[in-house]
């Protein structure tokens, strides 16, 4: 069942079904929320080599994690770091929850070479690379990604900014722009009805998700 597949992808493996009546008894989706930073990641000759993704958790589902794995006290490093490993190798069936798209194509990654699971703030911190399978050079090409759960049972945003291309970052004609989601009212009564055990339309997501626009002079 594609909910199920789906917790299990971005949650620890064996607590989706704890997760589903931990939280209280609110209906609709979505039941978590992640605080977004990405950057297009270019290598020394200008190309794009991948997405660098940092996602935080909101409190609730943070303290859904420190109870299960044992409380505060468990949550050392090594325990932190299992976790990560373990939200990384599960997400791979679903892309990492990353659309890349160059000339509406939709791009393939390689596996993370390195990811961080941090405890800060009181919050979980995630923060991974995704590579692409063949690097490229902007130029000409219509280029644009987002990062969203396809079920929409987890709304990931961008915080303020958290989409800019840094100081010397890649060539210095390009920057992003950032498209906000634009919903139907049929797709906004649909999540709004939709329970914690209900599965959503495939791809659902993708009608709530924030994209990124590389625009390059």
Not at 66 to 91: C, F, H, V, Y
Not at 100 to 115: T, W, Y
Not at 167 to 193: F, M, V, Y
Request: proline content about 6%; hydrophobic content about 40%.
């Amino acid at each position: 069942m594609f909910r199920t597949r789906l917790l299990s992808g971005l949650f620890i493996a064996g607590l989706a079904v704890t997760f589903s009546v931990t939280l209280g008894s609110a209906q609709a989706h979505p039941h978590v929320w992640i605080d977004l930073k990405s950057k297009i990641e270019f290598d020394k000759d200008g190309r794009i080599t991948g997405l660098e993704i940092d996602w935080t958790f909101d409190e609730f589902y943070t303290a859904f994690v420190i109870t299960e794995s044992g409380g505060p006290k468990a949550m050392d490093q090594k325990r932190l770091t299992g976790i990560g490993r373990e939200n990384i190798a599960n997400l791979r069936e679903f892309d990492y929850f990353t659309e890349f798209l160059v000339d509406g194509e939709r791009q393939n990654f390689a596996a993370p070479e390195a990811f961080e699971m941090s405890l800060q703030d009181g919050k979980l911190r995630l923060r991974f690379s995704v590579p692409l399978e063949t690097p490229l050079v902007p130029g000409d090409h219509r280029i644009n990604y987002a990062v969203f759960d396809p079920s929409y049972y987890v709304e990931i945003l961008h915080v303020a900014d958290g989409h800019r291309l840094p100081s010397g970052s890649g060539p210095s004609a390009c920057k992003t722009a950032l498209i906000k989601p634009n919903p139907t009212t049929e797709a906004l009564t649909l999540a709004d009805s939709l329970d914690r055990l209900d599965t959503a339309p495939e791809s659902f997501g993708a009608l709530f998700a924030e994209r990124v626009h590389l625009e390059c002079s």
